[in-house]
T-cell receptor
Framework: QKEVEQNSGPLSVPEGAIASLNCTYSDRVSQSFFWYRQYSGKSPELIMSIYSNGDKEDGRFTAQLNKASQYVSLLIRDSQPSDSATYLCAVKPDYKLSFGAGTTVTVRA | EPEVTQTPSHQVTQMGQEVILRCVPISNHLYFYWYRQILGQKVEFLVSFYNNEISEKSEIFDDQFSVERPDGSNFTLKIRSTKLEDSAMYFC????????????FGPGTRLTVT
């Protein structure tokens, strides 16, 4: 069983719409959860961290965590062409980050 | 804003050669990591390092790999005898006080083994 699974995508949304990304994880001891953005050929860039159940908002991004369901999501509101990237869900059960395969988002102008 | 730096940005080497990838973590960070990403695949953990010793390593991090903090600023990954399958992007990351904190990634070194 994969440790971190993300909806496969690609996800295409019109400019100004909401992009919704989902992630599930298998290791129940995980306490730290992160969303990274990765542009093609570049390194992962941290955009959100979440540690407690519920929602966390930062600008146009909202992360949601449900530990009972082992589920993390990311909403991108008012999507812009510059949001076109691969979004990586990462879970931290111990020292290391375990990454999902990523969901590629394309924002259509 | 402080950032993790890595050199070189691209390294080409022949199979069987040794390579050293270098990283300068963010200055007040105490935890250091190496990850790799084979083209088209997910980011994979290699090793974590704290207080001058390895705190965790993955199955990928076998005897051909080693890490070192030779001075107060650099953190290196050495691959002793490179194989074709070592071709990947190698990312260094660092985090602040404890393993629960956010990890910030450097720009990566693209290693090509021919």
């Amino acid at each position: 069983q994969k440790e971190v699974e993300q909806n496969s995508g690609p996800l295409s949304v019109p400019e100004g719409a909401i992009a919704s990304l989902n992630c599930t994880y298998s290791d129940r001891v995980s306490q730290s959860f992160f969303w990274y953005r990765q542009y093609s050929g570049k390194s992962p860039e941290l955009i959100m961290s979440i540690y407690s159940n519920g929602d966390k908002e930062d600008g146009r991004f909202t992360a949601q965590l449900n530990k009972a369901s082992q589920y993390v999501s990311l909403l991108i509101r008012d999507s812009q062409p510059s949001d076109s990237a691969t979004y990586l869900c990462a879970v931290k059960p111990d020292y290391k980050l375990s990454f999902g395969a990523g969901t590629t988002v394309t924002v259509r102008a | 804003e402080p950032e993790v730096t890595q050199t070189p940005s691209h390294q080409v080497t022949q199979m069987g050669q040794e390579v050293i990838l270098r990283c300068v973590p963010i200055s007040n960070h105490l935890y250091f990591y190496w990850y790799r990403q084979i083209l088209g695949q997910k980011v994979e953990f290699l090793v974590s390092f704290y207080n001058n010793e390895i705190s965790e390593k993955s199955e990928i991090f076998d005897d051909q790999f080693s890490v070192e903090r030779p001075d107060g600023s650099n953190f290196t990954l050495k691959i002793r005898s490179t194989k074709l399958e070592d071709s990947a992007m190698y990312f260094c990351a660092s985090s602040e006080y404890s393993s629960e904190y956010e990890q910030y990634f450097g720009p990566g070194t693209r290693l090509t083994v021919t």
